[in-house]
Structures are given as structure tokens and as C-alpha cells.
């Protein structure tokens, strides 16, 4: 999963060398916590938050399969 | 990325042999010169052979044919990515045997996707392209799914006489119903709200 997160995101930004995924477990859930390059913030959100919605949306549907649920935290 | 190390008599005999290498074209490629050579006495004596790198250019459709392959792998081992480009508007058609998860309830996942590879392709380029991401034909199905739905509701604004409100959509996906009611003239479409809530409603003439 951390390696999908990182694939999805390195394209996207500037310095891709930046890009760090940690997990934390918890009792119900996988959280994930996305870090990026401070300059590279708004590349990752987007207007509105539209791209931070569309990695949401396409980390969720890939952890569909998974017992816990998951959660993906930016910044 | 690709790229190769040649040398030759010439420098466009050693890039002629690092495009055989790489199996491309030259206006695919950008070439450094190492050492342009010398021709030496009589063609023998203090002759030095040229020496350049080719490196094959990074074409952002493939990029993000790439890009899509290998989020796809994660859902499923085995997807096969499609390419199809017809001017400015370039067509990624997936397909696999568990394409469903990619496709999401209502095409979410897809259009997410969609719109990653959108951002990406734009970023890299300053050509603007239009991308669709498409799997198994669910874009067509949509359309046909999202037409009747359209005159199905066309027709129950026209009998209660009233305003029907449909559910949020994407741009495309209201595009398609404002051209399917387009020539009915008892009614109009009009679309209402702010993104990411936009819907269509159909409105009874009067």
C-alpha cells in the first residue's frame, strides 16, 4: 500500500525524492501519513482539494479488499 | 530512461549507431556531443573517433500509460493498458479481469484516476491534452445508462410539472444529458450548484 501511495504521488510533485509514506496501525484502522516537500504542498491538494480527494479515492478503493479500514493523511 | 553511449568515424556516423541501438528516429532523442573526433593524416595517423550520447525523450502519453499500469497492478496483477491518440485527446483503455475495481461505484475510482492522469500528463507538457480513462467500455455503458435516465426524467418533469434535480455529476457526465435533452422542446436543462455538487436539472417549459 505504501508503494501505491508513493507510485501515485512521485509523478505529481517536483521532488519526488521527498515523498515518505509511514503507517501507523491502530486497533480498527491503517493510518497512513503522507509527507511531502513543503513546496510541493499544493501539488498533492490541488484546487479545493480535488487531488488530495482523487488519491483518497483511488488508495480507499485499492484497500477495499483489506480487513481494516484505511485512512490516508496528508501533511 | 534510455539511453546509449556511441562513437563512430563521424558524429553522424556515431549517432546513426546509437539510433540502430535504440531503434528510434532522431527526432525523438537528444544527443550530447562527447568528442566531435579528428579526422588525423591521410584518415590513420592521430585519428579519434567521435564519441556522443543519445538519450531517448521522455513522451509524456507514454508516461502516463506507464503511470496508470502500475497502479493498476495494484488491484490486479494482470492489466493491459491501451492507447489510443487522436490529435489533442488521448484515449487509456484498460482492461483486465477484475476491471471492476478500478471502475468504483458510479465510475468514481476511474474518474479519480482520470484526473491524476490529467494533472500528470499537464504538468510534464505545455500542451494541454484532453484524457479519457476508460475500462472495458464503461464510459459508452454510462452514456447509454445516463441518456435513458435523462429521458426517463424529461418525461417526469413533463408530467408533474415541476423541477427534477439529479444527483451530482462530473462535467462530462452533465455534458451528456444537456445533449440528450437538447432537442426536446417541451423542456430545459440548466445545471445548479457549485463543484463539487453541480447537478442538472430539467425544467418544464412553459
Avoid: C, W
Avoid at chain 2, 488491484?75 to 468504483?104: C, H, P, R, W
Wanted: glycine share 6%; charged share 30%; no cysteine.
Amino acid at each position: 500500500m505504501e508503494a501505491l501511495i508513493e507510485t501515485i504521488v512521485q509523478p505529481l510533485v517536483d521532488h519526488p525524492e521527498d515523498v515518505r509514506v509511514n503507517s501507523k496501525e491502530e486497533a480498527s484502522k491503517i493510518v497512513y501519513h503522507l509527507t511531502v516537500n513543503p513546496d510541493d504542498v499544493g501539488k498533492v491538494i490541488g484546487k479545493n482539494g480535488r487531488i488530495a480527494k482523487s488519491i483518497r479515492t483511488v488508495v480507499y478503493a485499492a484497500g477495499a479488499n483489506t480487513k481494516k479500514r484505511i485512512y490516508l493523511d496528508i501533511m | 530512461m534510455k539511453q546509449v553511449t556511441a562513437s563512430g568515424q563521424t558524429v553522424e556516423d556515431a549517432v546513426q549507431s546509437a539510433l540502430i541501438q535504440l531503434n528510434t528516429t532522431e527526432d525523438q532523442v537528444d544527443i550530447d556531443v562527447i568528442d566531435e573526433g579528428k579526422k588525423g593524416v591521410l584518415g590513420i595517423f592521430g585519428a579519434k573517433r567521435a564519441i556522443v550520447k543519445v538519450k531517448v525523450k521522455d513522451d509524456p502519453i507514454e508516461d502516463a500509460a506507464n503511470y496508470l499500469k502500475q497502479i493498476a497492478a495494484t488491484f490486479e496483477s494482470d492489466v493491459q493498458v491501451q492507447t489510443t491518440i487522436d490529435g489533442k485527446s488521448i484515449n487509456y483503455e484498460l482492461s483486465g479481469e477484475k476491471i471492476a475495481m478500478l471502475i468504483g461505484k458510479r465510475g468514481q475510482t476511474l474518474n479519480a484516476l482520470q484526473h491524476l492522469v490529467q494533472v500528470m500528463i499537464n504538468r510534464s507538457t505545455n500542451d494541454r491534452y484532453r484524457i479519457v480513462v476508460d475500462a472495458e467500455g464503461y464510459r459508452n455503458r454510462r452514456k447509454e445508462t445516463l441518456e435513458q435516465l435523462a429521458h426517463r426524467l424529461a418525461d417526469k418533469a413533463i408530467k408533474v410539472r415541476k423541477n427534477v434535480s439529479l444527483e451530482p455529476m462530473p462535467s462530462y457526465e452533465r455534458k451528456i444529458i444537456h445533449s440528450a435533452l437538447q432537442d426536446n422542446e417541451k423542456i430545459e436543462t440548466f445545471s445548479d450548484g457549485s463543484e463539487p455538487n453541480r447537478h442538472v436539472v430539467i425544467k418544464p417549459a412553459r
